[in-house]
């Protein structure tokens, strides 16, 4: 699929108050690759279904299967294994998404989730009032919960088609909102379609959900123990006669997701480097612990389930329960079948008018925006692909009726809102870009602001041939490595590259923004690039005291740098760049710019330089200029 290669990403890591665009992509490519073989499996289970073999695609989902240790087990027929088993791992893939987007992800910065979430509720509440219109009463009014969900990999794999181009910014509004409907979804699924609850069952769920949450506050790393808790909460979840999804999803909720911490990132460098020096079999292990303790017991479960489950367990799931037999008027009855119609109305009306209607709404009334170059033709063109309901209607729809009847039509009615959801979503992205002028949804990639001496700090002569901008936080540990790539390139280049730096102090950090600061009021005395130095030096300790006493130890003028540091004009300076690299589509740090062009892949050393190279060139966005104190 197209994705914007615009964003960065670099072997050393960087630091983002948002989720990393490259995990974005990894993310996307496997939802939308997992798309074609839910199409596949769609398509195998429907033909199977209604061949002359049709009684063998029966017989096979109701095969029993047992597992048993001694005089304890459990027994379901095949069906059941894939909705309640196999499932759980798809929605325990999910809760862990969650969780780290609400802990390092797009869902840190709780304002920007506003629209999204929003547009969410509205995108749900809008399709059970549909639903709810055409099945007022009955069994029928059962299935309001198939209305409710997005299937995210239909969703990101169908959007690849007929979606803008390069939509990186749509893909994590549509994420964002998707979010909401798992969580939502997975707790009526767990609530209102569950059996009779048994008091034994839920304490031992119970148990194990305060012991995955004593783990993650214990600091336990390994993966292993969550693991086997995980399948003890799952056993217990289905003895209680709650639907096993909610133990997926909430148990992926408090597996703990966490930045790589410099102290273990350095650690498990120094073991690689042993193993380098001395390749022994214990050498090995030891580096080979510390280099998994350097990454979350998050992530790493999402990399070793991610695409097992797109790729296997969603399609499996697809193959079981999309195979419906519409011989023998069937068909024509699901056409008249007010069941039928609520599911399409709600999927395919409902889920883009209240989408729409809840972004356009919470931006009208100030309550946020939407994301730079996603307009509301876009909105409604993803609300529309949002009405593909899919993996959790069609599981919403075996638990809601009893009548073979209505779980048919309703089937068949989750099928056709697919398609024309597909249909709906291509024509409104065309409206969009034809008539609205929205033809994509890109983050920027040209400089918003040129470079200007007068108000940057720039290391270099002024009239370099090449020009290297970085956006960077003094509390991100990536940046203070940087800064030696930037020593190393502006060596290699010599008077031919100017190096000029401006401030992206990240939400996740606490004391970023202070450092900023600090670094702008000694600016003021003319020792700006001292303080730079100085404070990445020391960017785990930039507590008030910790600034104070570099300005003293530089030998600033102290009782100047403190007035300085409460000035109105610095905390303008500082917001500016931030606007700046918000224009740009700066995401997180450090992000390079090379000339007004944002550099796209690593940022070590010789990246760089060659990146330089292949731009070298006449410039065209600053003349010279005095920089008095600005310039090294």
Request: aromatic content about 6%; hydrophobic content about 50%.
């Amino acid at each position: 699929m197209t994705t914007e290669a615009a964003d960065h990403t670099e072997a050393a890591g960087a630091c983002f108050d948002r989720q990393s665009p490259s995990s974005l992509r990894r993310f996307m490519r496997t939802e939308s690759g997992s798309a074609g073989l839910l199409v596949a499996a769609v398509v195998v289970a429907l033909a199977w279904a209604n061949s002359p073999w049709s009684q063998s695609y029966l017989d096979l989902w109701s095969t029993q299967l047992s597992v048993r240790l001694g005089s304890g087990g459990l027994s379901m027929d095949l069906h059941h294994w894939i909705n309640d088993g196999l499932m759980v791992v798809f929605f325990f893939v999910i809760g862990l998404e969650v969780r780290k987007e609400l802990a390092v992800g797009e869902l840190t910065d709780r304002r920007r989730i506003v629209v999204p979430l929003v547009a969410g509720v509205a995108g749900m509440l809008v399709p059970v009032g549909l639903y709810l219109a055409l099945n007022p009463s009955g069994e029928a009014l059962r299935g309001w919960g198939a209305v409710i969900g997005t299937d995210t990999a239909f969703l990101l794999g169908v959007m690849a088609l007929v979606g803008p181009a390069v939509s990186t910014q749509l893909r994590i509004f549509l994420l964002t909102l998707t979010v909401i409907d798992d969580i939502v979804a997975v707790s009526v699924i767990g609530i209102v379609y569950s059996d009779d609850l048994d008091t034994t069952g839920l304490l031992a769920a119970l148990v194990s959900l305060v012991v995955l949450a004593l783990m993650a506050r214990a600091g336990v790393w390994r993966a292993a123990p969550y693991v086997l808790v995980v399948i003890v909460l799952w056993i217990a979840t289905l003895q209680s006669g709650l639907h096993a999804s909610i133990a997926g999803m909430v148990s992926g909720l408090l597996v703990p997701a966490l930045d790589p911490r410099r102290a273990d990132v350095e650690a498990a460098a120094s073991s690689f480097l042993a193993f380098r020096q001395s390749p022994m079999p214990g050498v090995q292990r030891a580096a080979r612990r510390t280099l998994t303790r350097a990454i979350s017991v998050n992530e790493r479960l999402q990399e070793a389930l991610h695409a097992p489950t797109s790729y296997l367990v969603v399609p499996v799931f697809a193959l079981a329960n999309a195979g419906v037999d519409l011989r023998g008027g069937v068909l024509g009855e699901s056409m008249t079948s007010p069941v039928t119609w609520g599911i399409v109305a709600g999927l395919v009306l409902g889920k883009p008018i209240g989408i729409g209607l809840g972004a356009w709404g919470s931006v009208r009334l100030g309550w946020g925006s939407l994301p730079q170059g996603v307009g509301f033709g876009h909105t409604l063109a993803g609300g529309a692909l949002s009405g593909i309901g899919f993996t959790v209607s069609l599981l919403i729809v075996a638990l809601a009726f009893d009548s073979p009847d209505l779980r048919t039509q309703a089937t068949i009615g989750v099928l056709l809102a697919a398609v024309l959801s597909t249909l709906v979503g291509w024509a409104l992205f065309a409206f969009a870009a034809r008539v609205l002028g929205q033809t994509d949804a890109a983050l920027p990639r040209v400089l918003s602001d040129p470079v200007d001496p007068d108000r940057d700090h720039v290391r270099g002569d002024l009239d370099a041939d090449l020009t290297l901008v970085e956006y960077l936080d003094f509390e991100c540990s990536f940046c203070a490595r940087a800064t030696g790539v930037a020593d190393e390139v502006r060596k290699h280049f010599g008077p031919r590259l100017r190096y000029v730096v401006r401030h992206l102090p990240l939400d996740v950090h606490p004391h970023a923004e202070l450092a900023a600061l600090a670094s702008e009021a000694a600016a003021r005395q003319g020792r700006f690039w001292d303080m730079h130095d100085l404070l990445f030096e020391r960017h785990d300790e930039l507590e008030f005291e910790d600034l104070t006493g570099y300005a003293a130890q530089l030998g600033l003028d102290v009782e100047q740098f403190l007035r300085d540091l409460d000035a109105e004009s610095l905390e303008r300076h500082v917001q500016r760049d931030v606007a700046s690299a918000e224009a740009s589509g700066v995401r997180g740090t450090p992000t390079f710019f090379i000339g007004d062009r944002r550099h796209v892949g690593p940022h070590d050393a010789r990246s760089l330089i060659a990146a330089l190279e292949a731009s070298r060139g006449p410039r065209s966005d600053v003349g010279g200029h005095d920089a008095g104190n600005l310039r090294t």
